[in-house]
């Protein structure tokens, strides 16, 4: 059974930096993907990073390119991301979300519908 533990979340102030960790049990590391999602309130969840244990390939949203980074512990199976010069617009729940990599559409890796796996959420806070 997949399970995925994210947390690191906390109020920061805008420019700022937080590490969210996504501790991942149970998954095929051969065939699997985690990705980071974002949902501020009334707005629909957005998909932020992603990162592919099948080959390494990584995944950004325009909105967070050069400011956040993804990284994988694959000894410890967890899932960073180092978000800097955080901006109020960040703000949200952050989630940790996994996938079988190879059911997943090329070009929809950011999408939440290819993922069956979710964490409980982080939450983030900017303040400016």
């Known amino acids: 059974e997949v399970r995925l533990a994210d947390s690191g979340g906390g109020l920061v102030q805008a420019g700022g930096s937080l590490r969210l960790s996504c501790a991942a049990s149970?998954?095929?590391?051969?065939?699997?993907?985690i990705a980071w999602f974002r949902q501020a309130p009334g707005k629909e969840r957005e998909g932020v990073s992603c990162f592919s244990y099948t080959d390494g390939t990584t995944y950004y949203a325009g909105s967070v390119m050069g400011r956040f980074t993804i990284s994988s512990d694959s000894a410890k199976n967890i899932i960073y991301l180092q978000m800097n010069n955080l901006k109020p617009e960040d703000t949200g729940v952050y989630y940790c979300a996994g996938a079988n990599y190879g059911l997943v559409a090329r070009g929809e890796e950011l999408s939440a519908e290819e993922y069956d796996y979710w964490g409980q959420g982080t939450q983030v806070t900017v303040s400016s």
């Open positions: 149970g998954f095929p590391a051969e065939d699997f993907a």
